[in-house]
T-cell receptor, first 116, second 112 residues
């Protein structure tokens, strides 16, 4: 199973709502990622979890709150978002390696988020 | 956080022709990967080339890597209409190995 599953596929939320994006993988990967992608732009790294611990936060605003409940699951909690946060949110996973051993990443199909 | 740039930004070719895309990056890397993305969908991993490799093949794909120039190229031979997609290179950080930064991408259109 080389699949990363993201839910929901589409989400429309108001600026005062609280919602969560979910990501699941069963490949035994210990590194998981959140990326944000605007239209016609490359994915931008938001967060990296390694062995369920947050290892990288690319200066993401606090209205985005990641959570890694276990080695298979990754959540992104959303609160008080702005319309400019509308984007495709992609989850990925990979083997967690040390320096010099960069691995292949597998991506989910993404959640298309619209903030109104 | 973006690591590199790709060239050209857009490429339109006839079916059967070859397509070449170039990627330049900024820092030392462990490996470079190429991904494909159909419109509005997730990314599909195509090929990974390690920093100590110079060329790699997979089916109709040929990737080269020149670490002295910090550049890579992706060649798709005998293109098909189904190859129409955006193609991104992604590099990791040689200090950590656990993050991927994407280039700006090339939008490829293959005309039947």
């Amino acid at each position: 199973d080389t699949e990363v599953t993201q839910t929901p596929k589409h989400l429309v939320m108001g600026m005062t709502n609280k919602k969560s994006l979910k990501c699941e993988q069963h490949m035994g990967h210990r590194a998981m990622y959140w990326y944000k992608q605007k239209a016609k732009k490359p994915p931008e790294l938001m967060f990296v979890y390694s062995y369920e611990k947050l290892s990288i936060n690319e200066s993401v605003p606090s209205r985005f709150s990641p959570e890694c409940p276990n080695s298979s699951l990754l959540n992104l909690h959303l609160h008080a978002l702005q319309p400019e946060d509308s984007a495709l949110y992609l989850c990925a996973s990979s083997q967690s390696r040390g320096p010099g051993e960069g691995p292949e990443a597998f991506f989910g199909q993404g959640t298309r988020l619209t903030v109104v | 956080s973006q690591q590199g740039e790709e060239d050209p930004q857009a490429l339109s070719i006839q079916e059967g022709e070859n397509a070449t895309m170039n990627c330049s990056y900024k820092t030392s890397i462990n490996n470079l990967q190429w991904y494909r993305q159909n419109s509005g969908r997730g990314l599909v991993h195509l090929i990974l080339i390690r920093s100590n490799e110079r060329e790699k093949h997979s089916g109709r794909l040929r990737v080269t890597l020149d670490t002295s120039k910090k550049s890579s190229s992706l060649l798709i031979t005998a293109s098909r209409a189904a190859d129409t997609a955006s193609y991104f290179c992604a590099t990791d950080d040689s200090n950590t190995g656990n993050q991927f930064y994407f280039g700006t991408g090339t939008s490829l259109t293959v005309i039947p």
